[in-house]
Nanobody, 114 residues
Framework: QVQFVESGGGLVQPGGSLRLSCAAS????????MGWYRQAPGKERDMVAT???????NYADSVKGRFTISRDNAKNTLYLQMNNLNPEDTAVYYC????????WGQGTQVTVSS
């Protein structure tokens, strides 16, 4: 059974940084194209960044140059380094496959506020 456990969120001031982690299980992680998604209050869940099994990356325009997605296949773990955060980045962050499985984790809350 596919499972995702996200962690690393928290409260940070504008301009600050956070590193999110996602532990994946129930699949052959190394062959799956993965992504980070976020859902702000009252909005739909949107894709933030993706990384292929060959480590090619893509980013939403709103986070380009600030966020970096990476993966450690030996640890079945996906990461998102977030720098220069702003209040518009406030959301619950989730990981899933690039073509999402029906199962989602609980997400991790990121709040950017002074």
């Amino acid at each position: 059974q596919v499972q995702f456990v996200e962690s690393g969120g928290g409260l940070v001031q504008p301009g600050g940084s956070l590193r999110l982690s996602c532990a994946a299980s129930g699949m052959i992680f190394s062959v799956v194209n993965m992504g980070w998604y976020r859902q702000a209050p009252g909005k739909e869940r949107d894709m933030v960044a993706t990384i292929s099994n060959g480590r090619n990356t893509n980013y939403a325009d709103s986070v380009k140059g600030r966020f970096t997605i990476s993966r450690d296949n030996a640890k079945n773990t996906l990461y998102l380094q977030m720098n220069n955060l702003n209040p518009e980045d406030t959301a619950v962050y989730y990981c899933n496959a690039r073509v999402p499985f029906t199962t989602w984790g609980q997400g991790t809350q990121v709040t950017v506020s002074s």
